[in-house]
């Protein structure tokens, strides 16, 4: 039985990169984070000497602390979280180092781009996206960096906004473009892989949807194609990116959550008929 004010590994497995999860606050001090500089998927790190200034932000929110052991500093954070107003605060049961040694992924922190003043990374890419460029900023705000910002500009200027602006460019291709496809895989592939993500097995399975609705590959997958026409039905009804984007966010939560959870399941509209009574079929014998 968990103790009090906490929540065991297993249950934030389940609640990660689905929209309505908790957020996700790593608060190691930084001597311990050095040992094994990497993140639970979607937590941002925070001090918690400053935990009086930033703790206001999550009130009505939900939150999980992690810190190295599950002790002190977690516990400690989420009592002032629950002091501050949060929905929900608890501690990570056994930390960071419980969650590394279950095996569990991790986002290294070397593969993260820079942040901006106020810690987001920032990301820019081609105008008007269709599938790859709206399934790589859904699996960062999901599972790297929820507060992420997106900067869609004119395919010209992807590299000259990405000097100016300190962002980070995605799904082109250039010449040292870090984040894009390589050979047969879509930027989403190599997202996935880079940031520690390859063990989730629903993250691999939308992958390979997301590349055959990408790529003109529809054999990869029996739902690239319906990826690729909810895509391109949703580029004809936005023309702002950014509310693309943010539509664009439900459809692959519907689709991580179908990879994840319902795969096995079918509909077949023929059971949900009533059964016939017995007096029915006696009289239809007659």
Not at 184 to 197: A, I, K, N, P, S
Request: charged share 25%; net charge negative; proline share 7%.
């Amino acid at each position: 039985m968990p103790a009090l004010n906490t929540i065991p590994l297993d249950k934030l497995v389940r609640l990660i990169g689905v929209p309505k999860g908790p957020a996700i606050i790593d608060v190691q001090i930084d001597e311990d984070f050095a040992l094994d500089p990497r993140l639970i998927p979607g937590a941002i790190r925070r001090s918690h000497k400053t935990v009086t200034q930033w703790a206001p932000e999550f009130r009505g929110r939900s939150a999980v602390v992690v810190c190295q052991k599950g002790l002190k500093l977690s516990q400690g954070v989420a009592a002032w979280l629950r002091h501050e107003g949060a929905a929900q605060a608890e501690a990570l049961e056994g930390g960071a180092l419980a969650w590394a040694a279950a095996g569990l992924p991790m986002v290294p922190e070397a593969n993260l781009p820079p942040r901006d003043a106020q810690g987001r990374t920032v990301w820019v890419t081609r105008a008007r996206p269709k599938v790859d460029r709206i399934a790589c900023p859904w699996l960062i705000r999901r599972f790297v960096d929820p507060n992420a910002v997106f900067l869609f500009v004119a395919p010209s200027e992807v590299q000259a906004v990405a000097e100016k602006f300190a962002a980070t460019p995605f799904d082109i291709e250039a010449e040292g473009v870090f984040w894009s496809h390589r050979g047969e895989l879509c930027t989403f592939d190599v997202m996935v892989e880079e940031f520690g993500l390859g063990s989730l097995d629903a993250l691999q399975h939308l992958a390979s949807i997301v590349r055959g609705a990408d790529t003109a590959r529809p054999d990869l997958a029996p739902e690239a194609a319906g990826l690729l026409a909810a895509s391109l039905g949703l580029s004809r009804m936005f023309d702002e990116d950014l509310e693309q984007l943010e539509a664009g966010m439900l459809l692959y939560d519907a689709f991580y959550r179908w990879c994840r959870d319902a795969t096995n399941e079918t509909h077949n509209w023929t059971s949900h008929k009533p059964p016939k009574s017995a007096a029915f079929k006696a009289g239809a014998r007659s």
